[in-house]
């Protein structure tokens, strides 16, 4: 099991922000999870990092159980996380290679030497992700497509057993975004890849591997489970309260306001 949420509520300033979340994310099943603004979804990934601790509840992550291990490093060491908060704690001065080395000790910026082989590692993975031409580009002045990418290798390069992407294509252009879908798609189908959640206000990013969907609604579970069955004109119009349509092409969804 990579999440096992049981129960799972978290208060702040006497207000529940998520209540009673009960959550199974299987090894290699992948999610997307999708909500509106302030719908807790930031909460919830900070608990799953560790970051926060229920209130109530029993939570496990990747066979780490909440509450009865010291677990903060070593669950962060086993999760990959592409975010903007990740992205902000970077050093300016290094370059897109070096941020890609970093993830290998999971350290913000690069203090360790790395050896050949991490090298190696790093190289392969920025060839991966289509980043290698700019590899000794300052990563500060890398376009934000760009970034994302080397943000996906570098969380790539400890191996991870869950990669959370909060939000991956926020700004970026329509061809950036698709290229990044294709990069997602592929780690996605890699057999020893890692399990993907994947957060986001857009249903068009929902890919065909994300095979489950997680609706987050007020901090609570709307609904759970296979994509298809929830991804409806009619639940999306109750989920959102507003009338919508949704459209497949090429088995990815759309949503208009009807
Ligand atoms: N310290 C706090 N005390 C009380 N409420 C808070 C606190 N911090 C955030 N909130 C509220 O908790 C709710 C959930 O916030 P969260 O950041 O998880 O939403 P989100 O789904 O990530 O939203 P977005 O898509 O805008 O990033 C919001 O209504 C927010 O205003």
């Known amino acids: 099991m990579i999440i096992d949420m049981q129960g799972v509520s978290l208060k702040r300033e006497g207000r529940f922000i998520l209540n009673d979340i009960n959550w199974k994310v299987e090894k290699k099943q992948h999610w997307a999870l999708l909500g509106l603004n302030g719908s807790g979804k930031t909460f919830l990934l900070n608990l799953i990092n560790a970051y926060t601790f229920p209130t109530k509840g029993r939570m496990n992550v990747l066979g780490l159980e909440f509450g009865k291990t010291y677990l903060a490093e070593k669950l962060r060491k086993q999760i990959g996380f592409v975010s903007a908060s990740v992205q902000n704690r970077l050093h300016k001065g290094d370059n897109a290679f070096e941020v890609v080395l970093s993830g290998a000790f999971a350290s913000i910026g690069l203090y360790d030497t790395p050896t050949d082989e991490i090298r190696e590692k790093a190289i392969g993975l920025l060839k991966d992700l289509g980043c290698f031409d700019y590899a000794n580009r300052l990563y500060e002045t890398l376009s934000s497509g760009e970034k994302q990418r080397v943000l996906i290798a570098r969380a790539l390069m400890a191996d ?17 975004k698709e290229q990044l879908l294709e990069s997602v798609e592929r780690i996605a189908q890699r057999e020893n890849g ?33 994509t298809s069955r929830l991804l409806t004109s009619d639940t999306m119009s109750s989920f959102f309260e507003v009338p919508v349509d949704i459209t497949w092409n090429k088995r990815r969804p759309f949503l208009m306001k009807r």
């Open 160 to 176: 991870p057993e869950l990669l959370i992407l909060d939000e991956p294509t926020n700004g970026l252009d329509f061809l950036a």
């Open 194 to 226: 890692p399990t993907i959640l994947y957060v986001t206000h857009h249903v068009d990013e929902v890919l065909p591997v994300f095979e489950n969907t997680l609706l987050l609604k007020e901090g609570e579970i709307y609904d759970s489970g296979d």
